[in-house]
T-cell receptor, first 114, second 113 residues
Framework: AQSVTQPDIHITVSEGASLELRCNYS??????LFWYVQSPGQGLQLLLK??????LVQGIKGFEAEFKRSQSSFNLRKPSVHWSDAAEYFC????????????FGTGTRLTVIP | GAGVSQTPSNKVTEKGKYVELRCDPI?????LYWYRQSLGQGPEFLIY????????DSGLPNDRFFAVRPEGSVSTLKIQRTERGDSAVYLC???????????FGQGTRLTVV
């Protein structure tokens, strides 16, 4: 069965500090992996996605994610967090590149303190 | 408009009533998706349209839920005999193709009392 685990419900970081959000997945086939961000009053926005190739994927807003097959992980990172990064972050897995039938984790809420 | 528009933004209905939720996708987008997000959870897939047809409706939880997209643009999600467990934010997204990035609307918050 497919599943996505985001073990951290809430993370607080200082502005300028580095960030890593964890994501572990279980999927029966070769997965497409995604990170989305959801800000208050905004729709979900795609940060990045991975299917094959280089295991380090660059996304928008300075985010990157690393795919580790041996650990079934796809952790999201950012070297220096900005106050505007405060939001809810969702990891998702699917069978294709598009948004059909994606399975989402429960999300990690990021708070940024000055 | 420039983005995906969902109306109404909020809907309160009584248990047992019928509701319709509307999604106006980005102009020209052929792919359209419905998800729902319960409190404290990630989005849950409901249905995917490619053009006018439902290409994947495997996420619809039961036969009380139905969605249409008759002209390949606007879509309506219909829920019959609503239950309190249907309370959630219903999200719509559209994309230029089945493999393209999907753009999400802000959702309709449905509350069943």
């Amino acid at each position: 069965a497919q599943s996505v685990t985001q073990p951290d419900i809430h993370i607080t970081v200082s502005e300028g500090a580095s960030l890593e959000l964890r994501c572990n997945y279980s999927y029966g086939a070769t997965p497409y992996l995604f990170w989305y961000v959801q800000s208050p009053g905004q729709g979900l926005q795609l940060l990045l996605k991975y299917f094959s190739g280089d295991t380090l994927v660059q996304g928008i807003k300075g985010f990157e994610a690393e795919f580790k097959r041996s650990q079934s992980s796809f952790n999201l990172r950012k070297p220096s967090v900005h106050w505007s990064d405060a939001a809810e972050y969702f990891c998702a897995v699917g069978a294709r590149s598009g948004a059909n039938n994606l399975f989402f984790g429960t999300g990690t809420r990021l708070t940024v303190i000055p | 408009g420039a983005g995906v528009s969902q109306t109404p933004s909020n809907k309160v209905t009584e248990k047992g009533k019928y509701v319709e939720l509307r999604c106006d996708p980005i102009s020209g987008h052929t792919a359209l998706y419905w998800y729902r997000q319960s409190l404290g959870q990630g989005p849950e897939f409901l249905i995917y349209f490619q053009g006018t047809g439902a290409a994947d409706d495997s996420g619809l939880p039961n036969d009380r839920f139905f969605a249409v997209r008759p002209e390949g643009s606007v879509s309506t999600l219909k829920i019959q005999r609503t239950e309190r467990g249907d309370s959630a934010v219903y999200l719509c997204a559209s994309a230029s193709g089945s493999s393209a990035e999907a753009f999400f609307g802000q959702g309709t918050r449905l509350t069943v009392v």
